[in-house]
């Protein structure tokens, strides 16, 4: 059976909602953090990052969260995520996982560990303030592609991994000091959305995340 490891909210959070979109039988593996897992050798063995998400499908082991998605949709075709290979929509679908898995989601990390970046307190607090107006400058693009073609869904009319990845980044921002991902209209209703899909709100109940969620 597959297993994903996890921490409730976290990068795993997108796999996790692909899982309940596909229907395949899976065990979730929730991480103790604060024990210390993370860094643990069994643990660095199967990502020697030490980061979530981890899927252990098998002999396969994938961590990076993109990667695990690409794999469950590839891997579950019947589920749609993906467009037919080799279309432009399936192309449209690559460029948007490598933005929010290679530009969005960079910037909401730097937010979330700033410490990472500098040393002091007053500087720490410079680079997560830095962030966050980075993290909401990229946010629009997210707003202006929802109005570009009228559709539900990122991709248009068809529900698809990009709409799970930028769920979990656009959820990111919900405690911003300033703006907040929700607070474009356009991604407001998308989110709206997203919050009535069955396989989301398994995923958010079997993780005890609380409302508000966004």
Not at 4 to 27: D, K, Q, R, T, W
Not at 69 to 90: F, I, N, Q, V
Not at 124 to 148: G, T
Not at 191 to 204: G, I, K, N, S
């Amino acid at each position: 059976m597959i297993q994903l490891h996890y921490l409730p909210g976290a990068a795993s959070m997108a796999p996790h909602i692909v899982l309940e979109e596909i229907g395949c039988g899976h065990e979730l593996l929730k991480v103790d953090k604060a024990g210390g897992q993370l860094s643990s050798p069994a643990y660095r063995q199967l990502n020697p990052n030490g980061m979530v998400p981890v899927l252990v499908d098998g002999e396969l082991v994938l961590y990076e969260s993109a990667a695990i998605s690409l794999h469950l949709a590839d891997s579950h075709p019947a589920a749609g995520l993906l467009p037919k290979l080799g279309s432009p929509e399936r192309a449209k679908a690559y460029k948007w996982m490598a933005w929010l898995a290679g530009t969005l989601q960079p910037a909401t990390n730097i937010y979330f560990y700033p410490e990472r970046w500098a040393d002091s307190a007053e500087a720490i607090a410079q680079v997560k303030a830095h962030a966050e107006q980075r993290v909401m400058a990229l946010v629009p693009q997210i707003e202006a592609q929802l109005a570009s073609h009228g559709g539900p869904w990122l991709l248009g009319q068809t529900y698809s991994l990009p709409d799970i990845h930028a769920l979990m980044l656009c959820r990111w921002t919900r405690n911003f000091d300033g703006p907040k991902a929700h607070d474009l209209p356009q991604i407001r209703a998308w989110l709206q959305r997203l919050l009535e899909r069955p396989a989301v709100q398994r995923a958010f109940a079997l993780e005890g995340l609380p409302a508000p969620w966004f």
